[in-house]
Structure formats: C-alpha cells, structure tokens
C-alpha cells in the first residue's frame, strides 16, 4: 500500500519515540488531566498527534505494569505462583530511626487482607546475623480506623538468602467485614535488637542445692507455686557466669516433676522490646563432655518475676553431682522510639462460601466451606470421647484431602497448615473445629488463586462443582 506524505510523518514520529526514559508518571497524570477536555480531530497534524499520545499511552501503561515484590519468592519458593491483578502493589516507605519498613503489596478479598512488607537498615547493614536479630514489634490492621474487625492473624517471616541487607514479612488477616475499598491500616510496633551471647559454663553444686530442700512439683504447678518451693533452697553458692554483667538474673534452683530434672533461672519479666533475659541451654556431663538439652518453659509469678525453666528427660538425683549448667543471656534493646503506620485500600477478590452437609470417616462432619485467593477452610463438628482423660486434639488421620480443579482442567494440591478446635458446640459429645488449607505449586512453593478460575472441589472422594 502506498504511503501518504501524512502516514510517512506518522511513521517517522512513532520511530523517534524512546520509552525507556519516559516520564511514566507525568504522562499518567496528564492524560487523566485531559480525560474531562478532549479536543475533536480534524486535521492530519491533531491525527498525528493523538497516534503519538495513543502509542504512548500503550507504552506507558505496559511500562506500569509494576512487579510484585521479590519477597514473595524468598517467603514461598522460587516458583510461587500469583496471577496478574491479585496482588496490589502498594509501595509505601517509612524510615524511624534509621529503620526502614516498606508496605510492598497487598491481597484483599472478602474475608482476608494479606500484606507483604520487608525491613532494611537505611545504612545498609545485615540485619541478622548469628548473635545479632532484628525483631520488629506486633502487627494490627486497622479497618476504618477500629480494631473490632480483625477477627485473627497469622504470618511468617524469612530472611532473603540472596540479600542479607533485608527481610521480608507476611501476615494475613481474617476480618468479620468485607475490607474491599475500605481505609485499611496496617501498624507495626517498634523494633528492637537481640543480642545473645554464647552458651557458657556455670560451676555448681546442683546437688548441695537439692539436698537443702527436695522440691517436686506437680504439672499443674504454676510459677508462683514453683517460686515458693524453690526459695526454700540454699542457692547462696551458686554463681553465674558474667553475674557482674546481668546482675539481675539469678539461678533460682533445681527439682524434679516425676521423672523430669527441672533447672530454673529467675528474671524480671520479659519484654522483647527492652529487657534482659537468660536461660539454661544444656546441662554438661563433667565425666564425659556430653550435653544434654532439654526443652524451655517460661513461667510467670505473682511478683512481677519470671521463671524460665529447662526440663530434661533421663536424668535422676544421681545425676546432680556431675552436671553443669550452660548458660546463654539476651539484651533487648531498642530500635525505635514509635511504630510505622500505612493506610491503604484497593477492591476485593471474590470469596465462595458453601453449606456442606458431608460426613466423613470417623464421624467428621464437614458443615461449611469456603474458598479465598489465600486458600480453603473446612469448618464443621467432631465427637469426642468424654471418658477419656487424654487431652483434646485433631488427629491427622482425620483431615480430609483437599484438591482444586481448575477451569481449564488442571489441578491445585493443597496441604494444611493450621487446624483449631472449641469446645462450644451445642451438643456436648461433639466439638467445633476449623482446618485451614493452602495452595501449592509443586512440592516446595506455594501458590494463591482467583476463585473465578476454580470449577469444582474434591474433599477425598467426594467432587463439589462450583457453580457459576
């Protein structure tokens, strides 16, 4: 077809256009600015011209297409799936004190709000590093300025292997509204640092310190009831390494529970924003070198104290006389003197909800279900032995196998990842109980969907197509 002389300046114009360097949101703006006055074309120069505005605005908006924040790949896997428009990168910055959290993106549907945002240094510096972490403060999310609609949360966090100069946070929200184009806000509470030291040896007569005063506890114990038995003991000897230091922690004593060795330190009450703590490790076999290591219960008492308490398994009063105390302390400091605070608000993605009515093996009666971008949650009612003293848990064998099927036939692996049970079902041989399942791609890295995209949903056996 041969060329005008208007279509070779259409040309020549579009072959000279560089988007690369474009003001992307100047040009944004500007065309917003022009939507209300348009001008009606007539000549070959106003065609001209809006072929160019129209080119660039194509490119601009490919341009715009921002990527969705690198903290997803380091907090689900590598091949995380998200698909297009999900996500709403959000993009706010806040420094406090040389700490910079960033609000990266967010996923809102009608039951849920997910965000995502990462913490850095402003100088760059790692922010963990073996005997150094970073601890930021307690998230909220605030819907139209209250708290009275955040029912649950939940998160992970997860340094970047590849950038040791950031790390990333996800929390999700359930809420008892639908947040959609409402003003959310997300608070942190300030950060603080932990410094801890290596585990260090504490030479003492554990057994002279039974001897003084044989203490047993029972497992309903509480802290208090511990302190009182324990200031029985003659602890007068027992000195702890670097006390000049941490004065203020001291070894309170050793019991027994049954068959469990009990050692405990007493502290002021902890506080992981400025405070200073201490506990027992392992206990060190001065015959043989061995370390055994126990597991840690924290106790609170009436006087404001703390009994941080390492229980052993295996070890008797015989043991006492060649076992020694390996001792790590901590001191929180803080970072921040104020929290961060990001409001924001985008649309939300569907959410299906379902009536169930569908009994399972052993008695498992599944009532509701319901599907978000974050994945599924099964809710409905169990029996319960009540002759039987063992505690009340969800056995694994009972939790039905989730699987998606997609519109376009493919299928969604979930696995669960948080099971809940209460006791105020109507009939009291029963129990309530929620399992919340989430999306996988692959066996490493998770995924989130649009329920639009979902056409049936199979629990075992049993298929449940998802009517339009």
Same mark, same amino acid.
């Given at each position: 077809?041969?060329?005008?002389?208007?279509?070779?300046?259409?040309?020549?114009?579009?072959? !000279?256009?560089?988007?690369?360097?474009?003001?992307?949101?100047?040009?944004?703006?500007?065309?917003?600015?022009?939507?209300?006055?348009?001008?009606?074309?007539? @000549?070959?120069?106003?065609?001209?011209?809006?072929?160019?505005?129209? +080119?660039?605005?194509?490119? *601009?908006?490919?341009?715009?297409?921002?990527?969705l924040s690198g903290g997803w790949n380091a907090l689900f896997g590598r091949n995380v799936m998200i698909p297009d428009g999900l996500a709403t990168p959000v993009r706010q910055t806040q420094d406090i004190d040389g700490c910079i959290i960033t609000l990266e993106d967010a996923i809102i549907s009608e039951n849920d709000v997910a965000v995502l945002y990462s913490f850095r240094y402003a100088d760059g510096s790692v922010v963990n590093h073996d005997s150094r972490l970073t601890l930021l403060g307690n998230s909220n999310l605030l819907m139209d300025g209250s708290d009275e609609y955040c029912m649950s949360? #939940?998160?992970?966090?997860?340094?970047?292997?590849?950038?040791?100069?950031?790390?990333?946070?996800?929390?999700?929200?359930?809420? @008892?509204?639908?947040?959609?184009?409402?003003?959310?806000?997300?608070?942190?509470?300030?950060?603080?640092?932990?410094? !801890?030291?290596?585990?260090?040896?504490?030479?003492?007569?554990?057994?002279?310190?039974?001897r003084s005063h044989p203490v047993s506890y029972t497992e309903d114990d509480g802290g208090t009831q511990r302190l009182t038995a324990l200031q029985q003991q003659d602890c007068t000897s027992a000195v702890l390494p670097q006390s000049d230091q941490w004065p203020e922690i001291k070894f309170a004593g050793v019991a027994f529970q049954g068959d469990i060795l009990c050692a405990s330190l007493r502290m002021p009450a902890y506080d992981s924003y400025d405070s200073t703590?201490?506990?027992?490790?392992?206990?060190?076999?001065?015959?043989?070198?061995?370390?055994?290591?126990?597991?840690?219960?924290?106790?609170?008492?009436?006087?404001?104290?703390?009994?941080?308490?390492?229980?052993?398994?295996?070890?008797?009063?015989?043991?006492?006389?060649?076992?020694?105390?390996?001792?790590?302390?901590?001191?929180?400091?803080?970072?921040?003197?104020?929290?961060?605070?990001?409001?924001?608000?985008?649309? #939300?993605?569907?959410t299906l909800t379902r009536?169930?009515?569908?009994?399972?093996?052993?008695?498992?009666?599944?009532?509701?279900? *319901?599907?978000?971008?974050?994945?599924?949650?099964? @809710?409905?009612?169990?029996?319960?032995?009540?002759? #039987?003293?063992?505690?009340?848990?969800?056995?694994?064998?009972?939790?039905?196998? +989730?699987?998606? +099927?997609?519109?376009?036939?493919?299928?969604v692996r979930t696995v669960s990842h948080s099971k809940s049970l209460g006791t105020d079902s109507a009939d009291p041989s029963t129990v309530e109980f929620g399992i919340e399942y989430q999306y996988q791609n692959g066996s490493e890295s998770r995924r989130f969907l649009q329920t639009e995209t979902i056409s049936a949903i199979r629990i075992n056996d049993i298929t449940i197509p998802i009517e339009e």
């Amino acid at each position: 077809m041969k060329l005008t002389p208007d279509d070779l300046l259409i040309r020549q114009a579009l072959e !000279q256009i560089e988007t690369p360097m474009y003001d992307i949101a100047g040009a944004v703006r500007e065309q917003r600015a022009r939507r209300s006055r348009r001008i009606p074309l007539r @000549s070959p120069q106003r065609i001209l011209a809006a072929v160019i505005a129209a +080119v660039l605005l194509t490119a *601009t908006a490919a341009a715009a297409v921002v990527q969705l924040s690198g903290g997803w790949n380091a907090l689900f896997g590598r091949n995380v799936m998200i698909p297009d428009g999900l996500a709403t990168p959000v993009r706010q910055t806040q420094d406090i004190d040389g700490c910079i959290i960033t609000l990266e993106d967010a996923i809102i549907s009608e039951n849920d709000v997910a965000v995502l945002y990462s913490f850095r240094y402003a100088d760059g510096s790692v922010v963990n590093h073996d005997s150094r972490l970073t601890l930021l403060g307690n998230s909220n999310l605030l819907m139209d300025g209250s708290d009275e609609y955040c029912m649950s949360s #939940s998160g992970i966090g997860s340094m970047d292997s590849q950038d040791p100069s950031v790390e990333y946070y996800y929390e999700a929200f359930s809420l @008892s509204e639908d947040p959609g184009d409402r003003q959310l806000t997300l608070t942190i509470d300030p950060a603080s640092c932990m410094e !801890q030291t290596d585990a260090l040896s504490a030479p003492m007569d554990l057994a002279a310190i039974y001897r003084s005063h044989p203490v047993s506890y029972t497992e309903d114990d509480g802290g208090t009831q511990r302190l009182t038995a324990l200031q029985q003991q003659d602890c007068t000897s027992a000195v702890l390494p670097q006390s000049d230091q941490w004065p203020e922690i001291k070894f309170a004593g050793v019991a027994f529970q049954g068959d469990i060795l009990c050692a405990s330190l007493r502290m002021p009450a902890y506080d992981s924003y400025d405070s200073t703590a201490a506990q027992i490790e392992a206990l060190r076999d001065i015959r043989t070198g061995h370390l055994y290591y126990g597991s840690l219960h924290s106790y609170g008492t009436d006087d404001d104290t703390e009994l941080c308490e390492t229980q052993f398994e295996g070890l008797t009063e015989a043991d006492l006389p060649y076992l020694e105390p390996q001792i790590s302390y901590r001191r929180y400091t803080p970072l921040t003197n104020t929290g961060w605070s990001f409001s924001f608000c985008a649309p #939300s993605a569907n959410t299906l909800t379902r009536e169930l009515n569908l009994t399972m093996a052993e008695g498992l009666q599944l009532d509701q279900l *319901t599907i978000t971008p974050l994945g599924v949650e099964l @809710s409905g009612t169990m029996p319960i032995d009540l002759t #039987s003293d063992e505690p009340l848990q969800f056995d694994d064998r009972q939790t039905p196998v +989730v699987t998606l +099927v997609l519109q376009d036939g493919t299928t969604v692996r979930t696995v669960s990842h948080s099971k809940s049970l209460g006791t105020d079902s109507a009939d009291p041989s029963t129990v309530e109980f929620g399992i919340e399942y989430q999306y996988q791609n692959g066996s490493e890295s998770r995924r989130f969907l649009q329920t639009e995209t979902i056409s049936a949903i199979r629990i075992n056996d049993i298929t449940i197509p998802i009517e339009e």
